[in-house]
């Protein structure tokens, strides 16, 4: 399956984006999920929803302010980000697999990945 990731863009703190990643060539793999890499810094596990299924999860730093969904018609899924600081300026990628529920939080476990899109959060 390839992914492609975009709606990134510069925006003030406070301010609001929707990313999207959209499937092609297959549907999503049992998790669809969305990490971030700041510069100089890991990338770090975002959020996950579950392909087939309800399990949803957010990285403490983003919760309550991120939401993520997906669009089974579509083959897509959605990142939205209300309440933006200029802590969740990074590289955005989604990612796509199989893993057990425990293991959404490791990049590792994924084996594809869209090319990333920049969130910008400044003033």
């Known amino acids: 399956v390839q992914l492609q990731a975009s709606g990134g863009g510069l925006v003030q703190p406070g301010g609001s984006l929707r990313l999207s990643c959209a499937a092609s060539g297959r549907t999503f793999s049992r998790w669809v999920s969305w990490f971030r890499q700041a510069p100089g810094k890991e990338r770090e596990f975002v959020s996950a929803t579950e392909w087939n299924g309800g399990h949803t999860y957010y990285a403490d730093s983003v919760k309550g302010r991120f939401t993520i969904s997906k669009d089974k018609a579509k083959n897509m899924a959605y990142l939205q980000m209300n309440s933006l600081k200029p802590a969740d300026t990074a590289v955005y990628y989604c990612?796509?697999?199989?893993?057990?529920?425990?293991?959404?939080?490791?990049?590792?476990?994924?084996?594809?990945w869209g090319q990333g899109t920049l969130v910008t959060v400044s003033s």
């Open positions: 990612a796509s697999g199989s893993t057990i529920a425990s293991g959404v939080y490791d990049s590792k476990n994924y084996n594809y």
